[in-house]
């Protein structure tokens, strides 16, 4: 089993920054991927970035590439979502999951979820 602990989120103006944290614990190991998801009310979750737990390569959205830098820390087994450059269209809850293999976009390929962070973004 992995547990999933986010933090970070909060209000923040347009053009502002937030960093989004995730904890794992658990049985991780080297291959194990984590990606970021958001939703929106009445909207569908959606993908937004993803790593590879030793690669380090990273996978983003359209919506976010050049605004958001997914990075990780090995050591204390947490990834980081730096979100610059904030819209509106930001706001959503945002989901940490972690999956056994290969970041993938697909939200039904995790395993595994925290509980969400509210992300607000005033314009």
């Known amino acids: 089993q992995v547990q999933l602990v986010e933090s970070g989120g909060g209000l923040v103006q347009a053009g502002g920054s937030l960093r989004l944290s995730c904890a794992a614990s658990g049985r991780t190991g080297s291959n194990y991927a984590m990606g970021w998801f958001r939703q929106a009310p009445g909207k569908e979750r959606d993908f937004v970035a993803a790593?590879?737990?030793?690669?380090?390569?990273?996978y983003y959205a359209d919506s976010v590439k050049g605004r958001f830098t997914l990075s990780r820390d090995n050591a204390k087994n947490t990834v980081y979502l730096q979100m610059n450059s904030l819209k509106p269209e930001d706001t959503a809850v945002y989901y940490c999951?972690?999956?056994?293999?290969?970041?993938?976009?697909?939200?039904?390929?995790?395993?595994?979820w925290g509980q969400g962070t509210q992300v607000t973004v005033s314009s």
């Open positions: 999951a972690g999956r056994y293999g290969g970041p993938v976009t697909a939200r039904s390929r995790y395993d595994y």
């Open positions: 790593i590879t737990w030793s690669g380090g390569n990273t």
